[in-house]
């Protein structure tokens, strides 16, 4: 999955993943005067506003590897969300001002749109801030910032070692922020699940391991470690000398020991009071205050349409009968004797079909997931005008934040190439990563799924810049979900009949999805209940089906985004197909799809309907 920026603590996901994080006392400069306002083109008006909008989020600026105001994180505080949003309302009030909207060309149109959706979609949100869980077991706070500090912090000089100092100072405030949130949510009557609350307590915890802030030990934390090796390269490199970076290091050890442990203490000891309140039987938001409102909701967010619960349930279970048909072909071709649920057995226990759970055996399988990477990339022009320009690399999550079963996910470089695209992978129990699965999901996570998608979009010149960074869900996850399947027709892929089932298996794997996480969250389903029809329908190991239940739990309607994106998208190609006939071509219909970055589902099918228009001109030309 994408990770995002794809994927934060649900409402707060919009702060961190798409804002990364507000600053109320940091204003933007003011919107731009009338008079030169007007004198814009559309696209320099976009450019304007975004450039606006970035100065709200230190974070995002990391992300795209700028350095302004890196000494900082911002505000995830209500304050600081709603003063963004205010400025957002204000954007678009001027822009239905300035800008007659049926004088734009086409392309103009999109862009448009796509601003007021992400406004509208930002002002619906506004309701349900305290309806999420600020700290989760899958992506919490708790967990992200560590993770950003150490990948996505740039440290090339002495004032960026500074800067990595006042961002570890500025953790106490923020996280003093997100408690806040978490104890309204809590009495608005927002319960948090024993696992999810275990998970931030081993998370926190794990964080806090090691030098300075366990003294008695030589084992250094992850933190500390990595601030150590960044100054120890400045010197290397000669540009600071050994006794400014000692000092440095001092100061970096006093910020962690008197302002980043006694908050992650304040972490552990919050979840510690919530477990008391954590229910014996885990359901969905549905049992919970405005749960129904705010899980169609998610689901309108999340799939960018306006699909009902029950619509995506039965979806899924049309998709479940159609895709154990397609199981059975392969059981039936391997020459299986015995019924479905015996051969997911066979797959899932089979010794053959697991890396040893060994250093070894983590080794083999970045290795073997990088070559699969590399064996598509080759094959990728027959099918692709645009290509991304960007490296991809393959590594293992970190020790602090990896989960026995959990999805792999990707984190986008920056546009100027300086970081490579990352595809992470949990390889902490190999037992829950099957050999026949790594093929699919090098796809989905790296070519030419989401580092392919995200590389293009940032890499394009000739949208407007906002667009280059847009996130929509069920289009980028779509994405990389009908690329899973693509890379059937694509040589040199799936040629052992296994994977060909592990091909099936990730698909059926998000159609399960649909099925289970309406079921949780507007059917009344339990955990229990969840994993049992997981189970039943899918070869995937209990520990992966466990963990991927627990993320739906406190992530609703996130997981439909997947299967709901990529059958719009083969729907969209179907489309084409039949309306182009022998004028369709395969580049020129992914080249559409990617070359405005995500966008909405019904936006792109519009951009789909404009090209499908324009080969038709060109041809009749």
Request: with cysteine; glycine share 6%; net charge negative.
């Amino acid at each position: 999955m994408a990770a995002p920026i794809h994927h934060k603590t649900l409402l707060t996901v919009m702060l961190i993943g798409l804002l990364g994080g507000c600053d109320s006392n940091t204003k933007p400069a003011p919107t731009a005067a009338q008079a030169t306002a007007t004198s814009l083109s559309l696209n320099q008006w976009f450019d304007a506003r975004y450039e606006e909008e970035l100065q709200f989020s230190p974070i995002q600026l990391s992300f795209l590897g700028r350095k302004e105001r890196n000494h900082e994180l911002g505000s995830f505080s209500y304050a600081a969300f709603t003063e963004e949003l205010a400025w957002k309302k204000q954007t678009v009030e001027e822009l239905r001002r300035l800008y007659d909207y049926d004088s734009l060309t086409p392309a103009e149109q999109i862009s448009y749109d796509i601003w007021v959706y992400q406004y509208e979609q930002a002002a619906a949100s506004a309701e349900y801030f305290y309806n999420g869980l600020s700290f989760d077991q899958m992506s919490g706070i708790q967990s992200f910032i560590p993770t950003f500090l150490i990948n996505f912090h740039r440290v090339e000089d002495e004032s960026d070692l500074r800067a990595y100092i006042a961002r570890i100072k500025d953790v106490a405030p923020r996280m003093e922020e997100m408690l806040e949130t978490a104890q309204k949510s809590a009495d608005a009557g927002v319960v948090s699940p024993g696992f999810a609350l275990d998970g931030v307590i081993d998370q926190a915890s794990a964080i806090i391991d090691g030098q300075p802030f366990v003294e008695n030990t030589a084992k250094d934390s992850d933190l500390w470690a990595d601030f150590q090796q960044e100054a120890q390269a400045l010197v290397g490199q000669q540009k600071i000398t050994q006794e400014v970076a000692d000092a440095l290091m001092q100061d970096a050890k006093s910020a962690l020991k008197k302002h980043f442990l006694p908050t992650y203490q304040s972490i552990i000891a919050w979840a510690e009071t919530q477990k008391d309140r954590a229910p014996a039987i885990v359901t969905g938001v549905g049992s919970q205050p405005n749960g129904a409102a705010y899980y169609k909701h998610r689901l309108a967010t999340q799939t960018t349409t306006s699909l009902t619960a029950d619509e995506i349930h039965q979806i899924g279970l049309d998709e479940i009968a159609r895709l154990r048909i397609e199981m059975q072909s392969i059981m039936d071709e391997v020459k299986f004797e015995g019924d479905l649920s015996e051969f997911f057995e066979h797959v899932r226990d089979g010794k053959w079909n697991y890396y040893p759970d060994t250093d070894a055996g983590r080794e083999a399988y970045i290795t073997d997931a990088t070559a699969a990477i590399e064996n598509i990339k080759s094959e990728l022009p027959k099918f692709f005008g645009l290509l991304p320009k960007a490296d991809l690399v393959v590594k293992r999550v970190e020790a602090f934040r990896e989960q026995d079963g959990a999805a792999q996910h990707y984190y986008p470089g920056t546009p100027d190439g300086s970081r490579a695209g990352t595809y992470y992978a949990h390889l902490s129990d190999m037992n829950a990563m099957p050999k026949n699965q790594l093929e699919v999901i090098a796809y989905h996570e790296g070519l030419p799924g989401h580092h392919m998608q995200i590389s293009i979009a940032q890499e394009l010149e000739a949208v407007p810049q906002f667009r280059t960074q847009a996130g929509f869900t069920a289009y980028s996850e779509g994405w990389g979900l009908y690329s899973e399947v693509l890379a059937k027709e694509i040589p040199g892929t799936y040629v052992d009949p296994y994977n060909r089932f592990g091909q099936l298996t990730s698909e059926i794997w998000r159609a399960i999805r649909l099925v289970v996480d309406t079921g949780l969250h507007a059917k009344g389903w339990t955990e229990q209940q969840a994993i049992d029809y997981f189970m039943q329908n899918s070869p995937e190991p209990l520990e992966s089906v466990t963990s991927e239940i627990r993320r739906y739990i406190v992530m609703p309607g996130q997981a439909t985004s997947y299967k709901i994106g990529m059958l719009k998208i083969q729907a969209l190609r179907n489309k084409a197909e039949t309306a182009l006939g022998d004028q369709f071509d395969i580049r020129g219909f992914h080249d559409a799809v990617l070359g405005g970055g995500a966008m909405p589902l019904p936006i792109l099918e519009r951009v789909v309907d404009q090209w499908i228009d324009s080969v038709r001109t060109n041809a009749a030309s």
